[in-house]
């Protein structure tokens, strides 16, 4: 019988790359996020292998234009991860009441102010 040479192959796991988008240019342009600090938030919090700062060259994190954050990922990364740490984010600063995360399209985060409706009509009209 011949050696199963398939097995050998098999056990190197494919490369995986993965583009995240985070769009804050809404709150970025009111002056509300601040998207430095952030990125630097998503540098200090993101895990990789168990291991929070440990990024090295499998993820990179990085500004474009504004008030967007791209987030390139050559391992397995799920972007539920980042929309957790982007609310965990708004919850520390307290602008989890204005801002909520709202994926747009696949791998495309944006943070979006909340609707507040106002019917128009005072009670203290009457």
Do not use: C
Not at 3 to 19: C, E
Not at 64 to 80: N, P
Not at 94 to 102: A, F, I, K, Y
Request: charged share 35%; glycine share 6%; net charge positive.
């Amino acid at each position: 019988m011949a050696p199963n040479t398939k097995s050998a192959k098999a056990a190197k796991p494919a490369k995986v790359t993965n583009k995240f988008v985070i769009d804050a240019s809404r709150p970025a342009g009111d002056k509300i996020f601040d998207v430095n600090q952030f990125d630097k938030f998503l540098h200090d919090k993101i895990k990789v292998d168990g291991r929070v700062g440990n990024l090295g060259d499998v993820i990179r994190i990085s500004q474009e234009g504004d008030g967007k954050i791209v987030v390139l990922a050559h391992t397995r990364f799920s972007g539920r991860y980042l929309k957790y740490l982007t609310k965990k984010y708004l919850k520390k600063h307290q602008l989890r009441d204005w801002l909520r995360v709202v994926s747009t399209s696949r791998n495309v985060y944006e943070l979006k102010f909340y609707n507040i409706v106002d019917d128009g009509v005072d009670d203290d009209e009457d």
